[in-house]
């Protein structure tokens, strides 16, 4: 059983930047797929952005392109997602993801799939003041 736990979220201002990590509980969490999710009050669990399991391939959802960063260090078992530039609607907890059955992430539409992912974190709040 992969336990991930989330950390680096945080209130700041419009304009800030933040820096989430996703520290997985083993190793094999290096082969893993791996993505980000975000939910804000009242609406639905939306994704952010993903990466294969050696950062090869990555994917963002466009509102976050060219702000935010994902990255990986399998060494530590961590994933990143680097925030710039915050904006008050990237106010939301974040959620990191793992697919245990998959290392490549497929197509985009595939990556964005919340229900490929077996194994979640419980969240971090972020939240952006304007």
């Known amino acids: 059983q992969v336990q991930l736990v989330e950390s680096g979220g945080g209130l700041v201002p419009a304009g800030d930047s933040l820096r989430l990590s996703c520290a997985a509980s083993?190793?094999?969490?290096?082969?893993?797929?791996m993505a980000w999710f975000r939910q804000a009050p009242g609406k639905e669990r939306e994704f952010v952005s993903a990466?294969?399991?050696?950062?090869?391939?990555?994917y963002y959802t466009d509102s976050v392109k060219g702000r935010f960063t994902i990255s990986r260090d399998n060494a530590k078992n961590t994933l990143y997602l680097q925030m710039n530039n915050l904006k008050p609607e990237d106010t939301a907890v974040y959620f990191c993801a793992a697919d245990s059955r998959s290392s490549d992430l497929g197509t985009y539409y595939r990556a964005i799939n919340y229900g490929r992912y077996d194994y979640w974190g419980q969240g971090t709040q972020v939240t952006v003041s304007s």
């Open positions: 083993e190793e094999t969490s290096s082969t893993f797929a």
């Open positions: 990466i294969n399991w050696n950062g090869g391939n990555i």
